[in-house]
């Protein structure tokens, strides 16, 4: 009896497979998407992953920008200047000039007290961002520049991805705040 069972099992499973392989084949596979420039697939990168940080500075009440989960870390609202300000200097180095405005952690808080002020200069460090990697394209993602944290050359490719990772870090940092308040992040709410 058992071993009618698995013949019937494994006849059943073999058809299905058949069905679904057959059915593949009727189908045309449509060719991938072409591939973007390279400065427009860091472009795209900066837009998701600094976007996901722009909806959370705006999507979380004010009266919470002071939050942290402990005493040594930094507050929500600091964890956003400090993104921008590292955005800030890496633009910069990339640049090859000062832009925007990066200084301590306490002067930076002085300089941008509320979330309004956090939220336009986060803004704002990200469209600095997006205008310089258009404006250099893909040769600014091979040119050289100096490292603003070590005495090295990289590329841009580098700088950027390295300043992406970093607002990745804070981002899940960010996730933790939302979920001790109570909060579902909004890239964790369903999709309307």
């Keep these: 009896m058992l071993k009618n069972i698995s ?29 973007m420039n390279p400065y427009q ?3 795209y990168w900066w837009h998701v992953t600094e976007g996901k940080v722009i909806t959370m500075a705006e999507d979380f009440p004010e009266d919470k920008y002071n939050f942290k989960a402990q005493k040594d870390e930094r507050t929500f609202g600091d964890n956003l200047l400090h993104i921008a300000a590292v955005n800030y200097e890496m ?3 990339i640049k090859g000039t000062p832009v925007g405005f990066f200084g301590s952690e306490d002067s ?10 956090i939220v336009t200069f986060l803004k704002q460090s990200v469209t600095d961002g997006e205008d310089l990697i258009k404006a250099q394209g893909d040769s600014g993602l091979t040119r050289e520049f100096k490292y603003p944290w070590a005495n090295q050359m990289v590329h841009g490719s580098l700088g950027w991805i390295n300043v992406l990772t970093h ?9 933790v705040y939302y979920r001790l308040n109570g909060m579902i992040p909004p890239e964790s709410r369903p999709r309307k």
Aim: aromatic share 10%.
């Design 7 to 35: 013949t019937l099992i494994f006849t059943a499973m073999a058809m299905l497979f058949i069905s679904f392989a057959s059915a593949q084949e009727k189908q045309p596979a449509e060719p991938p998407q072409p591939a």
């Design 41 to 43: 697939e860091m472009l």
């Design 91 to 93: 633009i910069s180095a």
């Design 108 to 117: 930076l808080r002085k300089a941008f007290p509320t979330k309004t002020e």
């Design 167 to 175: 607002t990745s870090n804070h981002y899940g940092q960010l996730v």
